[in-house]
């Protein structure tokens, strides 16, 4: 005879999205295990604690060799939480689970931080989350509305918050929405990711990705430059890639075709 429940409230099921970063593998898998090394090496911790999918659309490959390079991943402590555009046949058991329908949103983040993961969004979308994975979340406590990018292929305003601090290190600030606006520096560490353009009036030390949903027009300004990263609608350039004259001095960095471009402000 079975029981009957006591408790009579409903269990709640409610929609979280959760913000992803995409690897998109290219042929020969060794090649491009090479030059995900080097940015791991260039950018310590950038995989740390982030979710990733694995976009293995035309790719002409076997079930074994996508597990072999589920493999090479995860001893590079890569986590992948789902295959996108995988056929059937390639997907087996134990292996993560077929992806679709996902959107645009801000990686690499991705979020992590060199030493530790923590990260918060600095916005929301339809009431979920966009992306949280613990720790000191870096919240914005005083936000307001501010214009639309300086650059922008969009006729209509974009949303943009302002964070009225620093971004410590171990921080993220994700805002895929928009413009974000950071009123102080950023640490090395720390990571600023933005639908739009990203603009740091102080110096910036950490990681910044802009553009991070596919505008190709947003930009990076900051008033002095010593980053670990920058980033324009996944294109990206390390530190030693940049000129070294412009380090130390207030910069912008834009997207030129299939090149980031920098110039002093």
Known sequence: MSE???????????????????LSPELPFENW?????????????????????LDVEGLDITQEQLKDLIGELGERS????????ARHSLLGIGMPPAMQGGRPAADIDPAAAVGRPDAAPAGTNDGKADETS???????EKTRPQPAPLVSDQSTQLPSIVIDRPVRSGQSI????????????????????????????????????????????????????EAELVAIDGLYKMPDDL???????????????????????
Not at 78 to 85: K, L, T, Y
Not at 200 to 206: A, D, E, K, N, V
């Open 33 to 53: 295990l090479a030059r995900l090394d080097d940015l791991a090496r260039r950018s310590t911790g950038f995989f740390l604690g982030r979710p990733i999918v």
């Open 243 to 265: 000129d070294a004259g412009l380090v130390g001095q207030a910069v912008t960095i834009w997207l030129d075709g299939e090149t980031i471009r920098a110039d002093k402000i």
């Open 134 to 140: 613990g720790g000191t979340p870096a919240v914005a």
């Open 4 to 22: 009957t429940p006591s408790d009579k409230r409903p269990i709640r099921l409610k929609g979280r999205s959760f913000l992803a970063i995409q």
């Open 174 to 225: 994700i805002f895929p929405e928009g413009d974000v606006t950071i009123v102080g520096s950023v640490s090395s560490g720390a990571e600023v990711v933005a639908g739009g353009s990203i603009h740091i009036y102080g110096t910036l030390r950490g990681r910044a990705l802009a553009g991070s949903v596919g505008n190709t027009n947003a930009r990076i300004f900051c008033s002095k430059l």
């Open 78 to 85: 890569v986590r992948i939480m789902g295959i996108e555009g």
